[in-house]
């Protein structure tokens, strides 16, 4: 039985699905009480039941991790219920509408850059205000992406939105060194989730992707949630402001999607 986080109050945004949910029950089985959030809320009922199957005990709220106000009622609810906020995995994000630049709307701009940008920012202020509150340090992973490290052909709000985390995380990791909060991002390569489903309905586009992994296959979320659970525990003591590459080598070869 894994006891890295044995004792810890942990928060997963986007944990109504995908990676999200297999971090959620993964930090259960590392011993963490879970808190998840999302707009979903009978997705977000079926995590908390899977948590609880895998014995742990977790609380859903309902957020927009867009909105200031809700993901500040998100961290307070979450200190009612646990009494403190130990780890944090932002991880909420949508793929936005993949289309060239020159006919991307700026509407769909907006709302990338709102949920997959601006949200972790919010999260990381209200998540860290909270830890530094406690005074005892705290851990925090931010979801990025191969994309945030290389561009990528029709997806353009998207790969700005997670080169923005990269940023963000440098960032925050230097703001809060000396406070023992360790912040760092994870840059999963494409994995098999609602999210490449989506993306997946063109087959041309599947086949691509997949030719770019020179592993074979796509991730599963449990590879990437591993990495999350990690970089959350003690183990990984002396990491901050880094982004950790788990893609099935992607970024080792040339190759990039088209
Ligand atoms: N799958 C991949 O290949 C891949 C690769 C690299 C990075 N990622 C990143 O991994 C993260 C999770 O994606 P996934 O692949 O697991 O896809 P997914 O199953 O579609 O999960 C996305 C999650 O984000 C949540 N979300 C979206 N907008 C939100 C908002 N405004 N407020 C709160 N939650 C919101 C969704 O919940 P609700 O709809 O309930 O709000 C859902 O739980 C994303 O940030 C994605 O960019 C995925």
Same mark, same amino acid.
């Given at each position: 039985?894994?006891?890295?986080?044995?004792?810890?109050?942990?928060?997963?945004?986007?944990?109504?699905?995908?990676?999200?949910?297999?971090?959620?029950?993964?930090?259960?089985?590392?011993?963490?009480?879970?808190?998840? $959030?999302?707009?979903?809320?009978?997705?977000?009922?079926?995590?908390?039941?899977?948590?609880?199957?895998?014995?742990?005990?977790?609380?859903?709220?309902?957020?927009?991790?867009?909105? $200031?106000?809700?993901?500040?009622?998100?961290?307070?609810?979450?200190?009612?219920?646990?009494?403190?906020?130990?780890?944090?995995?932002?991880?909420?994000?949508?793929?936005?509408?993949?289309?060239?630049?020159?006919?991307?709307?700026?509407?769909?701009?907006?709302?990338?850059?709102?949920?997959?940008?601006?949200?972790?920012?919010?999260?990381?202020?209200y998540e860290i205000r909270q830890m530094l509150k406690q005074g005892d340090g705290g851990a925090i992973v931010n979801m990025a992406s191969i994309t945030g490290l290389v561009g990528a052909v029709g997806a353009a709000a998207y790969s700005a939105s997670k080169h923005g985390v990269i940023?963000?995380?440098?960032? $925050?990791?230097l703001e809060n060194a000396k406070s023992g909060i360790r912040i760092n991002a994870v840059c999963p390569g494409f994995t098999e989730t609602p999210m490449t489903d989506r993306l997946f309905r063109i087959p041309k586009i599947q086949k691509n992707l997949l030719s770019c992994h020179p592993i074979g296959r796509f991730g599963r979320p449990t590879e990437i949630a591993e990495a999350v659970v990690w970089m959350c525990s003690e183990r990984a003591s002396f990491m901050t402001g880094q982004s950790l590459v788990v893609d099935g080598g992607f970024l080792a070869g040339p190759n990039s999607p088209s």
């Open positions: 039985m894994a006891t890295e986080l044995e004792g810890k109050v942990g928060l997963v945004t986007g944990g109504t699905s995908g990676i999200g949910r297999e971090t959620a029950v993964l930090f259960a089985k590392a011993g963490a009480k879970v808190v998840v $959030a999302g707009r979903r809320v009978p997705e977000g009922e079926e995590t908390i039941e899977l948590v609880r199957a895998a014995g742990g005990e977790a609380l859903f709220v309902k957020t927009d991790v867009s909105k $200031a106000s809700e993901v500040e009622t998100l961290i307070q609810k979450a200190a009612e219920r646990f009494g403190r906020l130990d780890v944090a995995f932002n991880n909420a994000g949508i793929e936005g509408a993949w289309s060239p630049i020159v006919r991307q709307s700026e509407e769909d701009w907006d709302r990338t850059i709102a949920i997959n940008l601006k949200g972790v920012w919010l999260c990381l202020k940023g963000l995380t440098q960032t $925050a990791a």
